[in-house]
């Protein structure tokens, strides 16, 4: 017995449009963030050069969005607020979209939930108001506004109060909103946004960005400063490369400049904000062999292809997308980063020189009963000139008693007249990036001198790198070895699972684990790598079955045989506390500036921190 409906026949009936509304409210309008995401994403494709939204108790009693676009006509503003009325698309081609909106739905949606009102002027026009109460259209009035549109959205979902039962509090709605206004501000970076909280009658600016100028990384790099902070573009690598009329642009973090989740993964695809599998996929791929499984690259990305490639009416949100090929894709994105990657060397994130300052930074109490910190102390006078110090290593050698000249600490222009003893010559090593190893301490950490600071090596971490990227280069040059298994193992599986494996049986192949078809839905395991040992063939078949079925594909082998070399490498590297010559730590610093990604070991750990002399003096007071 059918159990959802009651014993009779059911009657087919035509829903009016509020009702029709509503339920596709549901689908467009989630949270408030969803509604900003919709005004600001028609303000934009009306060619604004300045967006500005106000928010009212996390957007739930106000969203209004304000813009110089190109507005609408008194004949356009009732056509608007009707489904499937858009001005982006014509109907001929779904697939040839260029705009952020096309289906037409926000409007009516917004105004079937809420009290929603449109006041808008174009060029040449008179400005008009219409404005919407819970699905109820009211008449079309005038209006005094200069130019463009502002939308109002009060009372967000009054029609629909079960909705608000699900909504978050202010802050974490106001949150997800700044969120989405920055996503979408790092998408247009010359277009400006300001994000206003009104709440309680007050006016605060939470998020300001003025319009960039300049070529495309230029505009991006100012406009990435803004949203995701200077010290991601610091250290962060430029991404450009083209594939089958496939573009790829934007920035990727280096490994040490990680993150504990995903919060600064930000993917385009022809300048929409996405979530897309196939691309969290290949950005888990491109940093698999640098970071641990816990930490998450920092990256904003951009995929531009035709419109034709990609099909962005996946979801009613408009947050996937879906590529003719997801392969082309995903192989670009991964040779892309880890060209960059090893491109950057032995490079290693500033903020880890940071951390170590601000661990080493000594703290100044504060008095007990004071309501301020006293500024630092002044040690010293100023730093001496070359002169002045040439004379104090004299004085503390033997006979210092005899000099028939006072120096003053002072800084003071030598005399052009007055020939002066030159410093000592550095050795050339120290121009080098790691500079010369003056020192190791604690049997584990290596002291090199640099023209302009000191390096400090961890020297376990640093070799286990050396180790690992030798292995891997031997691997690639050699092949994986495989092992013939005496009796091949025989997994029986569903015939959909047959087909998902053996549609990636080549690249297992490669890795050294051979499948076979055994009738039915059985598969035949006739290899697996030696480097793996003795190996469950059944439960690796599975993993990487989970892994298909989630991300498209599966890296599961190759991580294995990597995680064998990284273990492999970290025993067969320099141990810590072993006592090393200088010749040997001068090789070790030498192999670590001719080795990509020695900047971090096999878990994305730095493998060396770099102080500059300035930054030194400052601990010690001689700024």
Known sequence: MNTHAPNMRPVIRQLDDAAINRIA?????????SAVKELVENAIDAGSRRISVEIADGGKTLIRVRDDGC???????????????????????????????????????????????????????????????????????????????????????????????????????????????KRLAMAEPSVGFTLRDVSGGQDRVTFRVEPETGDLFDALRGRLAHVMGKEFVDNALPIEAE?????????????????GNAVMQHLFVNGRPVRDKTLIGALRGAYQDFL?????????????????????????????????????????????????LAEAGH???????????????????????????????????????????????????????????SYSARVVEPDPFVPSQPDEIPAPVEALPLGAARGQVHENYIIAQTEDGLVIVDQHAAHERLVYEKLKRQMAETGVAAQALLIPEVVDLSADDQARIMSVAEDLSQMGFTLE?????????????????????????????????????????????????SRVACHGSIRSGRRMRAEEMNALL????????????????????????????RLFGRT
């Open 25 to 33: 409210a549901g689908e467009v309008v989630e949270r408030p963030a």
């Open 71 to 181: 507005g609408m006509t008194p004949d356009d503003l009732p056509l608007a607020l009707s489904r499937h009325a858009t001005s982006k698309i014509d109907g001929t081609d779904l697939l040839n979209i260029h705009s952020f909106g096309f289906r037409g739905e926000a409007l009516p949606s917004l105004g079937a939930v809420g009290r929603l009102t449109i006041q808008s002027r174009a060029e040449g026009f008179e400005a008009m108001e219409l404005s919407v109460d819970g699905g109820v259209q009211a008449a079309l009035k005038p209006c005094a506004l200069n130019g463009g549109t502002v939308v109002t959205l009060r009372d967000l979902f009054f029609a629909t109060p079960a909705r608000l039962k699900f909504l978050r509090s202010d802050r974490s709605e106001m949150m997800a909103i700044s969120d989405t206004i």
């Open 243 to 259: 594939r089958e009329e496939i573009r790829l642009t934007g920035y990727a973090a280096l490994p040490t400049y990680s993150r």
């Open 292 to 340: 641990s499984r816990d930490r998450h690259p920092a990256v904003a990305l951009f995929v531009d292809c035709d419109p034709h490639k990609v099909d962005v009416n996946v979801h009613p949100a408009k947050s996937e997308v879906r590529f003719r090929d997801p392969g082309l894709v995903r192989g670009l994105i991964v040779s892309s980063l880890r060209h960059a």
């Open 347 to 405: 490079r290693a994130s500033t903020t880890i020189a940071g951390e170590t300052l601000g661990a080493m930074r000594v703290e100044t109490p504060t008095p007990a009963g004071a309501s301020y910190t006293p500024p630092p102390r002044v040690y010293q006078m100023d730093r001496p000139s070359q002169a002045a110090r040439t004379a104090s290593y004299q004085a503390q050698a033997p006979g210092f008693a005899e000099l028939d000249h």
């Open 517 to 565: 078809s055994f009738g039915g839905g059985a598969i035949a395991v006739r290899e697996t790598p030696a480097i793996l040992g003795e190996v469950n063939a059944k439960a690796l078949i599975f993993d990487i079955l989970d892994e298909l079925s989630d991300l498209g594909e599966s890296q599961l082998v190759k991580e294995k045989i990597e995680a064998i070399l």
């Open 590 to 617: 030498r192999e670590m500036e001719a080795t990509p990604h020695s900047g971090q070991c096999n878990h994305g750990r730095p493998t060396y921190v770099e102080l500059k002399l300035s930054d030194i003096e």
